[in-house]
Nanobody, 124 residues
């Protein structure tokens, strides 16, 4: 069982930056991929970014490309999502998720472990 805890959410003005963290409870995280999803008000939860177990391969949703960066520190059992040039439409609850695999996918059903989410609110 992998327990995930997100942090780093909050209020930010448009154009600003926010760094989210995801801390894992188990060393097994080092062998697993990680992804970030988000749920905006009134919308379905959607894929944001993913990273494989090694940290060498990443994938991004189109809206995240060029603005968001996913990374991880396996020694610390942590993952990160650096978000720059934030827009009001980025307002959402952001979730980190881990599959029981070293390789990520973009579909949320693939992911076995989820954090509780952290709210990011971007004001215009």
């Amino acid at each position: 069982q992998v327990h995930l805890v997100e942090s780093g959410g909050g209020f930010v003005q448009a154009g600003g930056s926010q760094r989210l963290s995801c801390a894992a409870s188990e060393r097994a995280l080092r062998s697993y991929a990680m992804a970030w999803f988000r749920r905006s008000p009134g919308k379905e939860r959607e894929f944001v970014a993913s990273i494989d177990w090694s940290g060498l391969n990443t994938d991004y949703a189109d809206f995240a490309k060029g603005r968001f960066t996913i990374s991880r520190d396996n020694a610390k059992l942590e993952g990160y999502l650096q978000m720059n040039d934030l827009k009001p439409q980025d307002t959402a609850v952001y979730y980190c998720a881990v599959p029981a695999s070293g390789y990520p996918e973009t579909t949320q059903d693939y992911y076995e472990y989820w954090g509780q989410g952290t709210q990011v609110t971007v004001s215009a």
